[in-house]
């Protein structure tokens, strides 16, 4: 009778171990740490975000930065996309403010249609390239229009050169707040999240997707989302080396803000679960010169709530003219 209780006993414990072993497998090809992974396909998906043609090239910082020009003779717009993201994000915001005002967009390495970076992405090494960008160009005032890692990088710039900087527009920023131990989590469940997508793990497309559609929500964003989506491998390695950044002590942008001289719109979309408002807003006050306007969407409102960013850059532009 013993005998059969303790080959029961065996038996329950091979069994769970069992199911155990093949947990732990399931995890570690689920998350690509075995190398079982999608096979390598040499796509360009990524080209679709980025500056279109007639695009331009320009030799920053040993790589080549594509963008894109409205031509023209009034106020340069420049514009600085979400990591991830392209020049082709402000297509609509050109076409809306040309030939009113010469609007530039550009790609960051690694996304769109420009070449690779030895560095990893981070609003700092942005920042470097956003200030040879600028000199390449011989651009010496500028308003700067920057979405999450975009209007990190704006503002960074902003505080080293001030003298160039007529005005910022920050979408989403990124930067504005201190991680607490809640945040360190999140920005670590990301960092982990893109790195599967750079190791190539199977399942990764499929969760972009479903996590991209709480990004960009409204319907006049979607063409553009889809555009994102698909480029869910090729951007993953700058997606996870920009989160991993994030945690970082020396990204934070609060010691900055009040050094900042020029206006500033801040361009808040209400459904924001990356970077929400009430995460961020303690920290408006500290621009000596700030406005908060809050739009319909997810993370970018001049692609989700175009109609009325317009109004209000229009507006806001007017001011910052007549005020300088």
């Known amino acids: 009778m013993m005998g059969r209780r303790a080959t029961v006993q065996i038996g329950l414990r091979i069994v769970v171990m069992t199911l155990i072993a093949v947990f732990l497998i399931a995890i570690l090809v689920g998350t690509g740490i075995l190398g079982v992974g999608r096979t390598v396909r040499n796509t360009n998906y990524r080209s679709a975000v980025g500056a279109q043609q007639p695009r331009r090239l320009v030799l920053s910082g040993g790589l080549e930065l594509a963008y894109s020009d409205s031509g023209g003779n009034g106020p340069v717009l420049l514009c600085v996309p979400a990591i991830g993201h392209g020049a082709r994000d402000f297509e609509d915001l050109s076409r809306r403010l040309a030939p009113q005002y010469r609007v530039l967009a550009l790609d960051f390495p690694q996304q769109g249609n420009s070449g690779s970076d030895t560095e990893p992405a981070s609003s700092t090494r942005y920042t470097e390239l956003l200030s ?23 503002i960074r710039y902003a505080s080293l050169h001030p003298q160039r900087v007529k005005a910022i527009v920050l979408c989403d ?7 607490n131990l809640i945040a360190k989590i999140f920005i670590g469940s990301f960092v982990q999240f893109f790195a599967a997508g750079r190791r190539g793990v199977f399942w990764f497309p499929w969760a972009f997707d479903r996590y991209y559609r709480h990004v960009l929500i409204m319907a006049p964003a979607h063409e553009e989302r889809d ?6 491998y090729e951007i993953a390695l700058p997606l996870e080396q920009a989160w991993r950044s994030f945690a970082k002590p020396e990204e934070n942008l609060l010691p900055l803000l009040p050094s900042i001289q020029c206006p500033v719109l801040l361009a808040w979309t209400k459904q924001d679960f990356v970077i929400p408002l009430k995460y961020a807003e303690p920290s408006f006050g500290l621009f000596r010169n700030h406005r908060l306007e809050i739009f319909e969407g997810g993370h970018a409102a001049f692609l989700e709530d175009p109609d009325r960013f317009e109004q209000c850059i229009r507006e806001f532009l007017k001011d910052a003219e007549g005020g300088s």
């Not at 920023?173 to 991680?179: A, D, E, I, V």
């Open 132 to 154: 040879q960008f600028i000199d390449k160009l011989n651009v010496n005032s500028v308003v700067l229009i920057g979405n999450s890692i975009g209007a990190a990088t704006s």
């Open 173 to 179: 920023s990124g930067g504005l707040g201190k991680p």
């Open 227 to 232: 555009r994102i989506i698909r480029s869910a």
